[in-house]
Each structure stands twice: as structure tokens, then as C-alpha cells.
């Protein structure tokens, strides 16, 4: 049992202590280590610690302090950059600007974001994913200055904790989990599903703060509404057609 | 330092051995506890042991024999589906039907298949991801049954191996990692940083197995054509139009 995994917190406060050179190495490594579609390793992680770059780090994630707090910020960006320089200097035709290509890109991003979490946590640091990155794209892509063939697809900030928060609740395991063929959901099951999370003080707390009937609305109208999502998606789209993932025809 | 990180190797040959329930249930639990956009957990992940809709699977999965002969197949699911259905039984309007609402359960599933694979491998199991979800994503739809709302995005293959492979090789870490803004490649970086991985040995084989000059051929012209990624793209394009995840307007 790895324990690591077990007591995972996101960490959103952090002290100023900076992360030494040689954890940093090996939190990257562990990365490394993560599955890559076919050996390719077709993604990369940009390591920011520079104030300024930062800051404007920090305001293109909705300006949320843990991205100027915290000492390390990292950028896991779908890549076929590399590989595709690699295939033009041996001869070799690169056909990568499309969907799939991007979608492969993005799953050996992510896979080897959760072991560089893993291995920061095991080491004593904190880390919080950002979702952000996939909304603000075009903007992180400037400030990182991405090539033709880079996306970023998650952030981590990463940071000795100055905080330290309980576990947070889940659904439970028959929630998320389907044996052999997927289960269809009853009304009956829905309400049995969501009765611990819907009966929890944090719920009734959110109720008041967003002055919302149910939970649900809270995430609907305020968290995550259609208005945004639909202007993230287009922007988002946008961003891969311009970063050259988009053609896809022979 | 966790070592079954540094450990990973994928396995592609299992014994018949079957894995006990209490791991079985252990391993999914890690995959809840991975981080999950505003705590929404919109993904799924079926699990199948049952020999015939293996067999489905198989054939979806290109005929890879890992696919019959590993104990569990574990299908990671991008899913709002659940999501969708509790906020409609309380009085909230779901926004989810967009490629926002889809990138966003993409990642959820895959930190959350990370954290599985990882938690199998403590318990000495063995896995290996299977890329040809994407591709053959609409096939496993029908396989599984998996409504409106719900695309596959990766899979895992579980069980105890019954192969003992070294560890892979990876490029230099200078290779995937960039400090402060993306590094732009010279000829001789990429010369440099593709040296080791082209005098293996591993390599030569390859080359006269495929009957190629380079190893980027190899990828190119034989393991991951344009002719593919484009069939795939669009199959994988229509999969999440037909799954309600590309409705892009107000």
C-alpha cells in the first residue's frame, strides 16, 4: 500500500522555504518513470521559479496566491515538439498535427504529472493541481513561450505545506466504480450516492455562502456554469488548431 | 521515495492467477483518492473480469493477448453522466455538454488511473495502459454500454505478471524538462539528447525487424502513421460529438 496516496491533500498555503535542487531532480524523475504511449514520451514540464514569470503565471490562473506562494510551479504541457524535430533530422515523416496526436500527448502529460505529485508528497511537499491551465492556454503558451506542437495541460504547484487540511470526502467507491458493463443510475441510487457529501456540514456552509437550494446549484451556477464552459472550449479549441493539432486529414 | 515508481515496467505477459477482492477494492480506492476538479470526480472506471466481454474488449484492443489473458481490464471513463443526473434530480442546470466539461473529466480519469496503476504495482501486480482506447473508443462504448456523457480514455491491463522485463529506457531528463520558458531545440540538442536510445541495441534490432534506416521510421512509417492518427482523429472527434461533449455554443 503506497501511503502517499492515502493521505493526498491539496495544499493551497505554503511557506517561502525554497525545494532543494537534488528533490526537484528526483520529483522530475519520477515522471519520467510514468507509461508513455509507445516509448515516445511525448510531453514536457516546464519548472518555474523565476518572481517574474510567476507573476504572470499567477494572473493568467484567476490570480490564485498558492501560484506566486508557492516555490515551484510546474507545467505539464502535451508535447510533439521534440519528436517531431527528431523524425525531420532522420528522414522521417512526422504525421502528429492531429486530434489523436494531441490526445496521446495529453494522456503521457498527465500520467507522468501524478507521479511527480506523488513523489513531491512523499518527500514532504505539498502540491495543488491547477484546473485552469486548460482555460487560460493561449496565455500560458506566451508567457512559456510553447512552440508549434506544445498544449499545457495541468499545473502543479509544488511547496513545503503551511496548512494542513483533513481528507477530503469522496463519493463512495460504487459511485465511480462499474463491474463487467456500466450500471445505469436510479433515481434512488443517485440520492443514496450524494446523501453523505449532501449531508455534510461543508454542504450546508457552501449553501449559505453561495445562498443556493441545493449543492448541485452551487456547481451550476457559480463554480462551473455553461457560460464559461463554452467560452474556455472554444478558446481551448482554438488552441490546439494554433499549436497544430487540428489537421485532421490526410 | 516511492519506489514502485522508480520500479514501473509494463507487463504484458499474466499468470492466470485471479486478483483477490480486498486488493481489488484496495487499488480502486487509491484511484479515488487522486486529485479531481472541484471535487466532482466525473470519471468512471469499469471493471471487467467476465471472460466473454473480455473477449469483446480483446477484439477492440487490437487483439492484444494481454487483454484475455490479464485477470482485469480496467476501462478509465471521462464522465459527467453521473454528474449530469444529480444535478437534474436537484434543481440545477448541468453546462457539461462541451469540450471544456470533456478535457476536464479526461484528467480526472487519468489521475485517477495513475493512482491505480501504481497502488496494483505495490501490491505485485502487474499493468500496462492500452492506447488503443482512444482509437477504438466507439467499439468499447457498445461493449460496455456506456451512455451519453461517458468517453473512454484510458485502460488498464491487471494481474500478476508472468514476465520479468528490465526497466525501459528513457531520454535524459534534459529531454522532457524546461526551466522557466520552453528551451528551443538545436540540431545538436537533438542529436544529443537522442544518442543513447539510438546506439541500443534494442534499437538495431528494431531497425532490421522493421527494415528501416532510422528509428524515427520506425515510428512514423510503421507504429503510428498519419494514415492512422487521421482515421482515428475523426473516429475519436465523432465519439465525443456523440457522447454530448461538443455542443460549443450558448
Known amino acids: 500500500m503506497i501511503d502517499t496516496i492515502f493521505s493526498h491533500k491539496s495544499i493551497r498555503k505554503y511557506k517561502n522555504t525554497p525545494v ?5 531532480n528526483e520529483i522530475l524523475l519520477a515522471g519520467t518513470r510514468a507509461s508513455t504511449t509507445g516509448n515516445m514520451q511525448v510531453y514536457s514540464i516546464v519548472v518555474t521559479r523565476n518572481d517574474e514569470i510567476k507573476e504572470q503565471l499567477w494572473s493568467a490562473h484567476f490570480k490564485q ?13 502535451a508535447d510533439f515538439n521534440r519528436f517531431n524535430k527528431w523524425c525531420e533530422q532522420r528522414k522521417a515523416i512526422p504525421g502528429y498535427d492531429n486530434f489523436l496526436s494531441f ?11 501524478q507521479n511527480v505529485a506523488l513523489e ?5 511537499l505539498g502540491i495543488c493541481y491547477l ?4 482555460y ?8 512559456l513561450v510553447l512552440p508549434e506542437g506544445v498544449v499545457p495541460i495541468t499545473t502543479l504547484v509544488v511547496g513545503y505545506p503551511d496548512e494542513a487540511p483533513g481528507l477530503t470526502d469522496r463519493l463512495p467507491l460504487d459511485a465511480v466504480v462499474h463491474y463487467e458493463k456500466y450500471k445505469h443510475y436510479s433515481k434512488t441510487d443517485i ?6 457529501k449532501e449531508d455534510m456540514e461543508l454542504t450546508k456552509k457552501l449553501l449559505e455562502e453561495n445562498q443556493k437550494e441545493t449543492l448541485a446549484q452551487v456547481f451550476t451556477d457559480n463554480r462551473y456554469t455553461k457560460k464559461d ?8 479549441l482554438k488552441v490546439l488548431e494554433k499549436q497544430g493539432f487540428m489537421n485532421n486529414e490526410m
Open 20 to 24: 532543494p535542487e537534488n528533490v526537484l
Open 65 to 77: 496566491n498558492m501560484v506566486k506562494e508557492a516555490p515551484l510551479v510546474l507545467t505539464f504541457c
Open 103 to 113: 490526445t496521446t500527448a495529453a494522456i503521457d502529460a498527465l500520467l507522468a504529472s
Open 120 to 124: 513531491a508528497e512523499a518527500h514532504g
Open 131 to 134: 484546473g485552469t491551465t486548460t
Open 136 to 143: 487560460m492556454a493561449e496565455k500560458i503558451i506566451d508567457i
Open 191 to 196: 440520492d443514496a450516492l450524494y446523501r453523505e
Open 229 to 236: 464552459n463554452v467560452v474556455f472550449s472554444n478558446a481551448f
